[in-house]
């Protein structure tokens, strides 16, 4: 098994539907984040989580909501899709200091 | 503010034909700097972490460098599935952990 599950792998959702996106990790790290990747933009932070009870609103957090459920559990919404939110989404966890392990990512097409 | 800019955007090889790869970084303080290898539709792979300057680190045909401004990747003797997009990040010292990526560097090697 994964060490960072995500589901769903794809989604097709269209325009003001809202959608959940969730994540679950093994690795028993406290930290989480959300990011979302566009061509030639590279990976761009919406929320993270450094334990619990602890949720902050990363670089482009917009139109998009999280809920940390348990230390593996991580869930990103969007209240209202819309088209430019179209994108490859990836859930990823660390240590303190260390590197991120990332999902196998979530592709989003809003219709 | 902290930004890291990868050089050049795509890399077309041929097998065999080493080259490197650029990633420049202005960063307040410099905890480390990642190397990630990502394939179409996946996550990104942890590659190496770098502390400081004049430190290396190799795997197979793959060697990472950095400097207090700037990591290369240089890719010896390239061979077909090195074929991927090569992501770098760094960790400054008042990012909380967050890592900041480059928008990364697609890599064709064709035999």
């Known amino acids: 098994d994964a060490d960072v599950t995500q589901t769903p792998r794809n989604r097709i959702t269209k325009t003001g539907k809202r959608i959940m996106l969730e994540c679950s990790q093994t690795?028993?790290?406290?930290?989480m984040y959300w990011y979302r990747q566009d061509p030639g933009l590279g990976l761009r932070l919406i929320y993270y989580s450094f334990d619990v009870k602890d949720i902050n609103k990363g670089e482009i957090s917009d139109g998009y909501s999280v809920s940390r459920q348990a230390q593996a559990k991580f869930s990103l919404s969007l209240e209202s899709a819309i088209p430019n939110q179209t994108a490859l989404y990836f859930c990823?966890?660390?240590?303190?200091?260390?590197?991120?392990?990332f999902g196998s990512g979530t592709r989003l097409t809003v219709v | 503010e902290d930004q890291v800019t990868q050089s050049p955007e795509a890399l077309r090889l041929q097998e065999g034909e080493s080259s490197s790869l650029n990633c420049s970084y202005t960063?307040?303080?410099?905890?480390?700097l990642f190397w990630y290898r990502q394939d179409p539709g996946k996550g990104p792979e942890f590659l190496f972490t770098l502390y400081s300057a004049g430190e290396e680190k190799e795997k197979e045909r793959l060697k990472a460098t950095l400097t207090k401004k700037e990591s290369f990747l240089h890719i010896t003797a390239p061979k077909p599935e090195d074929s991927a997009t090569y992501l770098c990040?760094?960790?400054?010292?008042?990012?909380?952990?967050?890592?900041?990526f480059g928008a990364g560097t697609q890599v064709v090697v064709t035999p």
């Open positions: 990823a966890t660390s240590e303190t200091t260390s590197g991120y392990t």
């Open positions: 960063v307040s303080g410099l905890r480390g």
């Open positions: 690795k028993g790290h406290d930290r």
């Open positions: 990040a760094v960790h400054a010292t008042d990012s909380w952990g967050k890592l900041q």
